[in-house]
């Protein structure tokens, strides 16, 4: 990671978590038992990617960063819920994530469930009062909770993960073009579709047009894809200690870029991605210089 990006990656961070800080605490009523769950995931690290994304789009729209903290906020909620229940015993039964113990190994079963379902609809809430601190029209408020739901839903994130438990141990069963297609399918919505959703809400409370909305969003799908191969090569060949998980895609049998395509063909698409992503950018000229420099990050990172 460049100094640039380091730098700006900083900042979003600090004022992402003092703004999940902030809306945490804002909600005297929350039981303290699920309030100390949802934090304990919430801050126990993380890239904030997403969080990142939302606020470069809204700068590289005219909006200042900080009008866009509130969404910035929601993303990473979201994101934050998704892992907690990707990591329960019904799904991918990992007891690490960042290092620490997943939520379900320290709150037990029930209450990470219920923490992951406390961050998704918190996040909504902050959405929607950031589209009313911005005083956003009323189909503009509507379509920033729509897409943020979209990305977030059966058709977005959650498909992606009905379909990538589906795709376990199919590998065998397919030919390599049938399980690329379905392999694209699956991180589309599983990784990509937050990520979209995270670029293109940014747009939304900058009031953009449908060119830059677009371009964004294209933006988003090729990283989203890129981001997915990385980590597909990382689960292989990256270091356990500094992924701070122990890899579960093999001992799952799971249909991943790494065992379709190897790890020098999975990092020559991810490559390939990259280069598209830059050149959706073009029109924005030095207001993505941030987006472009974590184009680049998310396939030279090894964690």
Do not use: W
Not at 63 to 85: D, F, G, P, Q, V
Not at 110 to 118: K, N, R, T
Not at 266 to 282: G, I, Q, S
């Amino acid at each position: 990671m460049n100094a640039t990006l380091t730098r700006a990656m900083e900042r979003n961070t600090a004022l992402v978590d003092a703004a999940m800080e902030k809306l945490l605490a804002s909600t005297p009523d929350l039981p303290e038992s699920i309030r100390k769950a949802m934090r304990y995931s919430l801050f126990a690290g993380g890239k904030r990617l997403r969080p990142t994304l939302v606020l470069e789009a809204a700068e590289c729209c005219g909006l200042n960063a900080k009008k866009a903290l509130k969404t910035a906020a929601a993303l990473e909620m979201i994101h934050t819920y998704s892992l907690i229940h990707d990591d329960l015993p019904a799904m991918d039964d990992d007891d690490l994530r960042r290092g620490k113990p997943t939520s379900h190994k320290v709150f037990g079963e029930a209450m990470a469930i219920l923490a992951g379902d406390g961050l998704l609809t918190k996040a909504f809430e902050a959405a929607a009062e950031n589209a009313a601190d911005n005083k956003l029209k009323g189909k503009d408020a509507a379509e920033l909770i729509r897409l943020i739901a979209y990305g977030a839903g059966a058709e977005g994130m959650v498909g992606g993960q009905v379909a990538d438990l589906a795709a376990e141990g199919m590998k065998k069963k397919l030919s390599k073009q049938a399980a690329a297609k379905i392999l694209e399918g699956v991180h589309r919505r599983k990784t990509g579709a937050l990520i979209v959703a995270s670029l293109d809400a940014g747009a939304v409370l900058a009031g953009a047009g449908k060119q830059e909305r677009e371009a964004l969003r294209n933006y988003g799908e090729c990283i989203g894809i890129a981001f997915q191969i990385a980590d597909d090569v990382l689960d292989v060949v990256g270091d356990k200690k500094k992924l701070g998980k122990k890899g579960s895609d093999i001992a799952n049998d799971k249909l991943t870029y790494a065992s379709l395509y190897g790890v020098d063909g999975a990092r020559a698409k991810a490559r390939a991605l990259v280069e598209m992503a830059h050149a959706n950018l073009k029109g924005f000229g030095r207001k993505a210089d941030v987006l472009h420099d974590l184009a680049d990050y998310i396939i030279a990172r090894d964690k």
